[in-house]
């Protein structure tokens, strides 16, 4: 079967979606390494027990945001694959794409609202971006299959 013009161009991100999962995963797990290495400065006598619990608490927090958002990316790209496949198989990838695009606008605005824009900006609205363009293209191959 001769795959669309929308279902080339769901394969391509999909792709990048897993390659970005792969990254925010192996991202998530050194963060969580420093962590670690933190609390052994603790241990060691090189940072005040108040240093050592806010730095490895929040490093954990920030670790586990990271491998949720490479999960997620990772099933995004692997369900886009599919439906990159078999049209009939979009709805999954309609439904991440529109979840992915809520949480995006959410954290654009907390950012706003908290300050932190500056820092985030490129990420975030690239993130952002690619889940606009995966809505719509999900959207392109479900009126594609009839649904």
Known sequence: MERSGSQKALLVISIIEIVGAALSLIAGISTGLLGGLVGTAGVQGQLTPQEVASGTAGLAILSAIIIISGVWSLLCGIFGIRAANDNQKIMIVWVFALIGVILGVIGLIYSFVNGSFAQ???????????DVLLFWIANNIKREAGK
């Open 120 to 130: 985030n900006a490129l990420t975030m609205i690239v993130a952002l971006a690619l």
